[in-house]
């Protein structure tokens, strides 16, 4: 499914207005039922002995959770009832944060009853839709919060002080995930999660002394760095997305570097080069190191799930797999997480760092490439779509609510009959479920109900 830009932005107009939150809710409650009921249905398409991993079991029930308790909430309709949906929202947001480290245990034990392309397919759309998921979650929070902290400023600006206020500095009072340094909630540079005046150079010189820093604390050694090329320009991003991407591609050009100066006795590591490129509607970063290069064995697994430098730790050319090579197996379990969290959660060693910084390049029409000389070293090249560039050609969705039904495939014929001439049925979710506009709900519980007297007959009745 989509994801709306327009959407996301539809709000930057400030200050926020009640008419604003309460559309932004109803936006939400509409779409994340629907995307949560095909995480459910893609769970139970899976092969029984898949299925019953214990790992799989339990992203499987944290995803009918989710649905259950956001599809239970009425239609929202006052600001009261909108906190409560969004401190819902914000729990079941913190729950599916680290599913993909369980998923990837579980498809690790796995492996033999699945093939890979079909692993594959499954864990690209889980992703996409955990993307969408927690980009659609959070944003309506970001709003939410940033709509109570533009209250209680205005209402300080005219002198109301008290238990109104005092109530309001509460709910506000929680800072957003990645604004730390990039300003506060009530600047009008964020809309939402969304920053519009995201300074790509910043970011990677934050993220460049982090992962320099855990390097160090390895291997007691690491490479400089230095970011240069159109280090003013700004993007409209989401910055737990940048920093997520940046800070996969630089903790390998790190340890490839070191690795490479160990193996070839080299005296000195050489800086590792931060290119920032502006084109029009997009940001371009390259980041170049001398490593040694990736094999040409190696790079065709660099971006396959589950390869993991960690489980080939042998080989001494393994620079474009997830986690870091050496540097990341010979780390403690703290370190890795410390290391590896980020939007995608803590994953250590399980293959899925590069593949999934390549689905959140691609989420917004970027890309990530790496081009390789094998024996001296990589360029990565990322390409980061501006959010806020490419909302013009965004048309809004209407919400709309939605009810998941369950029904036999001659109730599904039925109702996809009925469904051509009035439309009601939103997402059509395999042969035995289907997602419907709710105010059509009494409809097809009438069509329902007349199939099934049809085809019900009295035991023993006489001819």
Known sequence: MCLSIGQLLKYRRQPLSTENILDSVGYTQAELPVRLAKRVISFHRLPFIVGTNPHIARVYNQYYEAFDRLHAFAPIGDLEAEWDFTRALERQTQILLDVIPTIAQGFLECQLYMPREERTSFINDLIRSRIGLRVIGEQHVALSYQFREEQKKAKQNHGAAGSTAAATATAASAVEPGRVGLGAAGEDVWVGAIHTRLHPARMMEQCGQMVQSMCEMHYGTAPGYYVDGDVDETISYIPSHFEYITCELLKNAFRATVDFSHSTNRSSHPPIQITITKGEGYVGVRIRDQGGGISKENMRNVFEYSWS??????????????????????????????????????????????????????????????????????????????????????????????????????AREVLLKLNAKDQFIIEDLDNTHLFINSTHLERVQRALDELMNSNTYEVGAPP
């Open 309 to 410: 430098s960690m489980q080939n730790s042998d080989s001494a050319d393994e620079h474009g797999a997830n986690g870091g090579g050496s540097l990341m197996a010979g780390m403690s379990l703290q370190t890795n997480l410390a290391l590896q969290h980020g939007i995608g959660g803590p994953i250590a060693g399980l293959g899925f760092g590069l593949p999934m910084a390549r689905l959140y390049a691609g989420y917004f029409g970027g890309s990530l490439d790496i081009v390789s000389m094998e024996g001296y070293g990589c360029d990565v090249f990322l390409k980061l779509r501006s959010i806020e560039g490419s909302a013009e050609n965004d048309e809004f969705t209407e919400p709309v609510k939605g009810t998941l039904i369950e029904c036999d495939p001659a």
